[in-house]
C-alpha cells in the first residue's frame, strides 16, 4: 500500500495495524506500507466494516490550523490486496480515509459536565504536547483530596471519569499542571459542586 499525506501541514510519527509484521517507509510524503509474514501466508484477519486495519499517528507542523482536516491519498495503482495464492481479492475496496486533526493547538481544561455532579463528573483536558502531568482534587480550605492523574501523557484530548462517592457534598476545586520537555509549563484550576 502507498499513501500521501500533506506533509507541510503534519509530519508522519507511527503507523501501527492489526496485522503483525508491519513495515513502514516514509518518503517525504509518501508512505510506502507492506508486511512481513511469517505464517506462510496463513495469517487470517477478521476485520468487519468500519474496522481499523491501519492507525496513522501525525503531528502538527507550524502550518496547520486548529480544526483542519486533512486526508490521506491512496495509490490505487500502487496499492491492492491479494490472497494467499497471490490473486488479487477483487471485493476488497481501498478508500480514501480522511480525518479531522484530534491534536490541539493548545493546552486547556474544561468546566466539568455535569456541574453540579452526584456522583461522577467528566474532567476533560488538552494537551498540545507530550508532558507531566498532575491532575489533582482539592476541598475548599486548599487541602488536597485525592490525585488523579500523575503522569506523562502524549499530546491529544483527555477524559477522566472522577467518582466522588466517598466525598461529602460540597464545593471542590481541580487543578491541572503540565511540564513539557520542551520547558513549557502550564497550570489551571476550576471549581465544581457535589450535591448529594
Not at 491479494?82 to 476488497?92: F, I, Q, S
Not at 490525585?147 to 501523557?153: A, F, I, T
Not at 483527555?158 to 460540597?170: D, H, I, Q, T, V
Request: aromatic fraction near 10%.
Amino acid at each position: 500500500l502507498r499513501f500521501t499525506y500533506p506533509k507541510d501541514m503534519v509530519t508522519l510519527e507511527s503507523v501501527s495495524s492489526v496485522v503483525s509484521g508491519l513495515v513502514t517507509h516514509d518518503d517525504n510524503g509518501v508512505v510506502s506500507i507492506g508486511w512481513i509474514d511469517e505464517t506462510g501466508g496463513k495469517q487470517l484477519l477478521n476485520l468487519k466494516a468500519g474496522n481499523d486495519l491501519l492507525i496513522f499517528k501525525f503531528k502538527p507542523t507550524e502550518k496547520f490550523v486548529e480544526n483542519s482536516s486533512i486526508g490521506l491519498g491512496i495509490e490505487k495503482e500502487n496499492s491492492e490486496f491479494a490472497g494467499a495464492d497471490g490473486h488479487v481479492l477483487p471485493g476488497v475496496m481501498l478508500k480514501t480515509p480522511s480525518a479531522e486533526s484530534t491534536i490541539p493547538l493548545e493546552f486547556s481544561l474544561a468546566q466539568n459536565y455535569p456541574n453540579p455532579f452526584n456522583p461522577s463528573t467528566i474532567i476533560q483536558y488538552t494537551l498540545k504536547e507530550k508532558g507531566s502531568v498532575k491532575l489533582a482534587v482539592y476541598n475548599v480550605l486548599g487541602q488536597l483530596v485525592t490525585n488523579l492523574v500523575d503522569q506523562e501523557q502524549e499530546a491529544g484530548v483527555y477524559k477522566y471519569n472522577f467518582n466522588a462517592s466517598n466525598l461529602a457534598s460540597g464545593a471542590y476545586f481541580y487543578r491541572i499542571s503540565v511540564k513539557t520537555t520542551s520547558g513549557q509549563n502550564f497550570t489551571q484550576i476550576h471549581s465544581m459542586m457535589l450535591l448529594k
